[in-house]
């Protein structure tokens, strides 16, 4: 029996920090499927700054040290790291920007900011800013150009990104951070201690539903414009069919967010296989 070919560290990293993207990225060109590694181990390595750190200020240093990184590849040093190192060999190629890549760190201030989002309209905006703008970015690395291509794997990019919102609820809720919306919080009468104590209340499940809603007519929306996108980039907008599956378990859990059967389901991966088979999400 042939060994299993060993990954690299961006793909390991990710494989074990990012699954859904991980499982997704394989569905690209073999030859492509490197560049997404390192996109979205650059991308992990950044969004855990607010969980590896104690003190806001020393998540603003560590977001500083990618900054400075980033201006220092666009003067053409290296440091020698890990994901810096790749990264800088698709910078050199022409295949991202500094600018792209520096709009990744600042996305990632808010979660510095420990403040709850004050309705659907800014969560949007920092869903749109992580989860929309990164699966741009992977779409850039597939081939794919044009507005209207980067409009389509926006849009799945943040149906995606809201439904990782809502698994994530039980993860922020030990942490005591809230991403939910504050006035939807309030119209349903979802308290704080609710979320962070993880009750399971008519008043909970309603604003969870309220969200698979929402969700699932983004996931929707996202699939009216796929033709949109090119079939060679396709895998950047596989992480969509991951979100509806999830949607389903949500559903079948009766709108609890804080059930292991929705947080912590794992990717339908027959209907991601098909899907990434027949270039589809």
């Known amino acids: 029996m042939t060994d299993m070919p060993k990954l690299s560290y961006c793909a390991d990293f990710v494989r074990r920090n990012d699954r859904d993207r991980f ?98 309209q800014e969560l949007d905006q920092y869903i749109d800013q992580t989860s ?20 389509a794997v926006r849009l799945a990019g943040n149906a995606y990104g809201l439904v990782g919102i809502m698994r994530a609820m039980v993860f922020h809720g030990r942490g005591k951070r809230l991403y939910l919306p504050k006035d939807r919080m309030e119209h349903h009468s979802v308290g704080q201690s609710d979320i962070f104590e993880f009750r399971k209340k008519d008043v909970v499940r309603a604003l969870a539903r309220e969200l698979a809603e929402l969700a699932h007519d983004r996931i929707s929306e996202a699939r009216k414009h796929r033709a949109a996108l090119p079939k060679n980039a396709h895998a950047a907008a596989l992480p969509v069919v991951l979100a509806d599956g999830y949607l389903r378990k949500l559903a079948k859990a009766k709108f609890d967010p804080f059930s292991a059967e929705f947080g912590l389901a794992r990717p339908a991966s027959l209907r991601l296989t098909l899907n990434g088979l027949f270039k589809r999400y």
């Open 23 to 120: 499982l997704c990225a394989l569905f690209a060109a073999p030859e492509k499927r490197e560049h997404l590694f390192t996109l979205y181990a650059f991308n992990q390595e950044v969004s855990k700054t607010r969980e590896m750190v104690s003190d806001v200020m020393l998540g603003h240093i560590r977001l500083q040290w990618w900054q400075d990184t980033l201006t220092e590849l666009a003067e053409g040093t290296v440091r020698k790291h890990e994901v810096v190192e790749p990264m800088a060999e698709l910078l050199q190629k022409g295949l991202l920007s500094v600018s792209d890549l520096e709009a990744v760190v600042t996305a990632r201030e808010f979660d510095l900011e420990d403040r709850q989002p004050a309705n659907q």
């Open 132 to 151: 929309g703008q990164l699966s741009v970015f992977a779409a850039r690395l597939l081939g794919a150009t044009g507005e209207d291509a980067e409009h």
